[in-house]
C-alpha cells in the first residue's frame, strides 16, 4: 500500500498542474508507480453520447485516448460507473460483463480494480488500475484508488465549472440538452435573461518572481499608485451607478468595499513589498494573496467573504498594471443574467441597472456583499454554483430562480413556459399593490392573519409600507452595525432606530438585540470557532459584554420616547435564567434614563425561538416573555443538522420537513397555554404555502421579507381557515417532505394561486 507520503506529495503535483489534461496525464503516472501496476486508466462520463471516453492513460496505447468509448452499461467500466462503487478482480476476462477493445492493448492485462469518480452523487467518470499477472489487489489498494478518485473528482467538478470541460468539448461539440445547476437561494425571484460572463481581469496566481533594485524601485511604487488611482475611479464611477438605486445607509455597504484602497489599508502594505525588491506586480499579488488566504481559513462566514473582496480588487489593480484594462465598453443585452466566479459589489455596477435581470455566481454565500445589495435591489440571485460550466454560457439563455436556488440552461419550451407564468403572476402582483395593500390578509372565511415584515436597512421600510406590512416583527439591528468600520456611538443608533420606530407607529417595531456570532460577524469584532454556530453568538456574546447590550437598549428605549412602539427581542436563547438577566437588564435600562429625565415605557420584551433547547423550554420561557417569535431558519438548521449556506448540503435544508413542522407546532401550543402571543420571522412565513400552513397551526403574526407579503396576502385571502386546518391535519400524517410540499401545491393550485408558490414543486418534478 502507497504510504500516506505518497498521496500526499501526489496530491499537491495534481494541484499544481495548469490544465486539466495535464492533471490527468500526471494522476495515471504517478498513481502506476505508486501502485506498482502495468496500466492507470482514467475514463471520463460523456453526457452527450451516454458513454464513458478513455481520456488519459499509462500503460494503454496511447492512441487511443479520446477515441475508445464504453457505453454507459457495457463493459466493466460501464459497470464500475452504473453501481457506483468498486470492482476488484483478479482475472477480468472470465467476468460476464467483460469487454475487449483491441486498440486498447489490454488483453494482456488479467488483474483489475476500477472506482468511479464521484462528485455530488453523479458519477463523472472511472480509475481503473490493470496488472499482467493474477492478483486481487488487497483493501491497501482500494482505499488508495478511492483516495485518489475523491481529488480527482474536485478537479474534474471544478474544471467543468470554470471551462466547461466534457468529453464531447475535447471534440468541439456543444450539448442542447436541459440542464439544472444548484446552488445557495441569496435573493428571491425569478429572471429569465442572456448570460454574460465577467471575467477576472487579471490571474493573480500567473504573476511570475521578479527582484528589482536602484531607481526601479521608484519607478514600480508610480506604476502601482497611477494604476490605483484608476482603480479608484473605476470603483467611484460604479459607487455613482449604484447609488441611483440604493438608499445611503445601503450605499455605506458598498463603501467599506472601497475604503479597501485607502492609503493606509491595503495600498500602504503593497508599497512596502516593493521597497523590499518586489515588482509592482509582485508586491501587489504577495500582499493579496496573503490577505485571501488569511480571510479564507476563518470559520466566521461573513469574513471568509472579505476575501472576494480583495481578491477582485487586487485583480483590477493588476489589470491596469499589465496594461490589459478595457479600452471599450463592454455591451449588455436587455435582459442581462450576469454570470461570474465571483460576483462582486464592483462588478453589479458595472451593468446598466435597466439591463440587470439575474444575478449567477459560482462562488459566494448569502452573506457575501453582492448578495446583500441584490436583495436590496430586488434581484433573482444564486449563489455557490460550484458546478456551473461558466465559461460556456455567455450569450446562452438562462432561466434563474432565485428561490429554489437553481439555474437552468437550454430549458426545454414546457419549463420556460412554466417559468413565464411565474413572472407574469409576479408583474401582475406588482402592478396590482396599490390595491392589494389596502386589503387585510383574511380568508374567505373572515379569518384574519396579521403580516408583518424584517426589515435591516432604511429602504426596507419604505418598500414595506408600500406592501401594507402592518409591523416590523424582525428589525436586524446587526446589519448596520456590520456596514461600520467600529461600533456606531449611542447617537448614531438613536438615528437609526428612530427611522424604524417613527416609519411604522403606531404599528409595533420589534427590534432583536444585537445577533452576532454565526454566519454574522462584524469586521472589527472578530469572533474565530472551530464551530461558530455551536460557539459564542446572540445574547451570549451581548450578556458576555454589557457595556455593548447596555449601549444598544439605551438606544432603542431613547429612540422610542413618544412612539411607545417599542419591542425588544432576544436572540439564541437556551435558558430561562439567560431570559431572566437579559430582561433585569432592560429594566434598570428604563429606570436609568427615567432617572435622567427622559419619558421612557417599559417595552414589551421577547425572546427568538431558535434553538432546539428553546423548543422543549417553550412552555417555561413564555411565562417570563410578552411574546416569543420563531426564527425558523437556525431552528430548521439546527434540527436538521444542516448549513444551507453550504453548497454541498443545502439541498437538504427543508422546513416542511416533519420533524421542523412538529416543532412549531408544539412552540404555539406552549406559548398559547399562558396567553403569549407567538410569531414567525423565518423564511418560511414567506413562502406562501408555508404561510397557510402556519396559519392553520394558530401563529398570531407572520413576519416576513418585504418583497413576499403581496404573494402571501393573496394566498390567504384566496383559502379558508377551515381547509387551511384540514390541509394541516392531512400533512402532520406525512413523513416525507417533498409529500407535504405536493399536498401544499395541490390545495394553493386548486384555490387558483398555485404559481405564487416559493417551491415552484413543478419546476422541480419537471427535472427529476
Known amino acids: 500500500m502507497p504510504k500516506l507520503e505518497t498521496l500526499r506529495k501526489i496530491v499537491q503535483e495534481v ?107 453523479r458519477v463523472l467518470g472511472v480509475l481503473i488500475v490493470q496488472q499482467r499477472d493474477q492478483r486481487r489487489f488487497d483493501e491497501g489498494d482500494e482505499a488508495f484508488l478511492v483516495t485518489m478518485s475523491a481529488q480527482l473528482a474536485g478537479i474534474l467538478a471544478h474544471a467543468e465549472a470554470t471551462v466547461g470541460i466534457s468529453p464531447s468539448r475535447h471534440r468541439n461539440q456543444s450539448t442542447s440538452a436541459e440542464t439544472r445547476y444548484d446552488g445557495i437561494a441569496a435573493s428571491p425571484g425569478v429572471a429569465i435573461g442572456t448570460g454574460v460572463v465577467m471575467a477576472t481581469p487579471a490571474d493573480l496566481d500567473a504573476v511570475p518572481a521578479k527582484a528589482i533594485t536602484g531607481e526601479r524601485i521608484d519607478q514600480e511604487v508610480q506604476r502601482f499608485t497611477a494604476a490605483l488611482k484608476l482603480v479608484r475611479r473605476d470603483i467611484k464611477a460604479v459607487g455613482r451607478t449604484l447609488e441611483k438605486r440604493l438608499r445611503k445607509d445601503e450605499a455605506a455597504l458598498f463603501d467599506v468595499y472601497l475604503r479597501m484602497l485607502d492609503d493606509h489599508a491595503l495600498p500602504a502594505e503593497v508599497v512596502t513589498q516593493i521597497k523590499t525588491g518586489n515588482w509592482a506586480q509582485g508586491a501587489l499579488c504577495t500582499v493579496v494573496q496573503g490577505h485571501i488566504r488569511q480571510f479564507s481559513m476563518m470559520d466566521d462566514a461573513y469574513l471568509r467573504e472579505r476575501a472576494s473582496d480583495i481578491r477582485d480588487l487586487g485583480r483590477r489593480i493588476l489589470a ?65 454554483a460550484v458546478d456551473l460550466p461558466m465559461t460556456t454560457l455567455e450569450g446562452q439563455e438562462l432561466i434563474v430562480d432565485g428561490y429554489m436556488g437553481r439555474v437552468f440552461v437550454n430549458a426545454s419550451a414546457d419549463l420556460r413556459h412554466y417559468y413565464e407564468l411565474i413572472l407574469a403572476e409576479e408583474r401582475s402582483l406588482t402592478e396590482g399593490l396599490e390595491a392589494l395593500k389596502d386589503l387585510p390578509a383574511e380568508t374567505c372565511d373572515g379569518y384574519r392573519m396579521p403580516l408583518w415584515v424584517n426589515t435591516a436597512l ?144 417599559t417595552p414589551e420584551i421577547g425572546v427568538m425561538i431558535e434553538v432546539p433547547a428553546a423548543v422543549y423550554m417553550a412552555g417555561d420561557i413564555a411565562r417570563h416573555v410578552d411574546f416569543m417569535s420563531v426564527g425558523s431558519n437556525d431552528l430548521t438548521q439546527y434540527l436538521l443538522a444542516v448549513d444551507r449556506n453550504n453548497p454541498r448540503v443545502a439541498g437538504l435544508y427543508d422546513s416542511y420537513h416533519p420533524a421542523v413542522l412538529k416543532a412549531l407546532q408544539h412552540v404555539i401550543n406552549e406559548g398559547h397555554k399562558v396567553g403569549v402571543q407567538v410569531s414567525i420571522c423565518g423564511e418560511m412565513a414567506g413562502d406562501p404555502g408555508g404561510a397557510i400552513l402556519l396559519m392553520a397551526m394558530g401563529y398570531d403574526v407572520l413576519s416576513m421579507s418585504p418583497i413576499n407579503l403581496p404573494r402571501v396576502k393573496a394566498a390567504i385571502r384566496a383559502t379558508t381557515i377551515e381547509r387551511a386546518r384540514t390541509l394541516l391535519n392531512y400533512i402532520m400524517t406525512l413523513n416525507d417532505p417533498k409529500e407535504v410540499e405536493a399536498a401544499i401545491f395541490d390545495v394553493l393550485n386548486e384555490s387558483g394561486v398555485g404559481r405564487l408558490t416559493n417551491r415552484r414543486a413543478a419546476a422541480s418534478d419537471s427535472l427529476n
Not at 51 to 70: D, H, P, R, W, Y
Not at 543 to 572: C, F, T, Y
Open 15 to 121: 494541484d499544481s498542474a495548469e490544465t486539466l489534461d495535464a492533471a490527468l496525464e500526471l494522476i495515471v503516472k504517478r498513481i502506476r508507480q505508486a501502485m506498482g501496476t502495468h496500466v492507470c486508466s482514467v475514463y471520463l462520463f460523456d453526457r452527450d453520447r451516454d458513454a464513458f471516453v478513455l481520456m488519459a492513460t499509462e500503460g494503454l496505447n496511447k492512441s487511443s485516448v479520446g477515441q475508445v468509448t464504453i457505453g454507459a452499461h457495457e463493459g466493466l467500466v460501464g459497470l464500475v460507473g452504473q453501481r457506483a462503487e468498486p470492482i476488484n478482480l483478479d482475472d477480468a476476462a472470465q467476468h460476464p460483463q467483460f469487454r475487449y477493445f483491441e486498440e486498447t492493448g489490454e488483453e494482456r492485462y488479467k488483474s483489475f480494480l476500477g472506482v468511479p469518480i464521484i462528485h455530488q452523487r
Open 320 to 384: 491596469y498594471l499589465q496594461e490589459e484594462a478595457r479600452t471599450e465598453p463592454k455591451e449588455y443585452p436587455p435582459q442581462t443574467v450576469l454570470v461570474a466566479e465571483e460576483v462582486t459589489p464592483a462588478m453589479l455596477g458595472e451593468v446598466p441597472p435597466e439591463c440587470l435581470v439575474g444575478l449567477v455566481s459560482m462562488m459566494g454565500s448569502s452573506n457575501s456583499h453582492a448578495a446583500i445589495l441584490a436583495r436590496s435591489m430586488g434581484i433573482p440571485t444564486l449563489m455557490g
Open 458 to 601: 432604511g429602504a426596507d421600510v419604505t418598500r414595506s409600507l408600500e406592501r401594507g406590512a402592518e409591523g416590523i416583527g424582525l428589525y436586524r439591528t446587526e446589519v448596520p452595525f456590520m456596514i461600520r468600520e467600529s461600533f456606531p456611538t449611542e447617537a448614531e443608533q438613536v438615528q437609526s432606530y428612530r427611522i424604524q420606530l417613527e416609519s411604522f407607529a403606531p404599528r409595533n417595531v420589534t427590534m432583536r438585540t444585537l445577533d452576532i456570532g454565526g454566519d454574522k460577524a462584524l469586521p472589527y469584532f472578530p469572533i474565530e470557532e472551530d464551530n461558530p454556530f455551536l460557539g459564542w453568538r446572540g445574547i451570549r456574546v451581548t450578556l458576555d459584554h454589557p457595556e455593548i447590550l447596555k449601549i444598544q437598549v439605551r438606544a432603542m428605549l431613547k429612540a422610542s420616547q413618544g412612539l411607545n412602539n417599542l419591542r425588544i427581542m432576544l436572540p439564541m436563547i437556551t435558558y430561562v435564567s439567560e431570559v431572566i438577566e437579559a430582561k433585569q437588564f432592560i429594566h434598570d435600562a428604563v429606570s436609568e434614563l427615567r432617572d435622567e429625565g427622559l419619558e421612557i415605557k
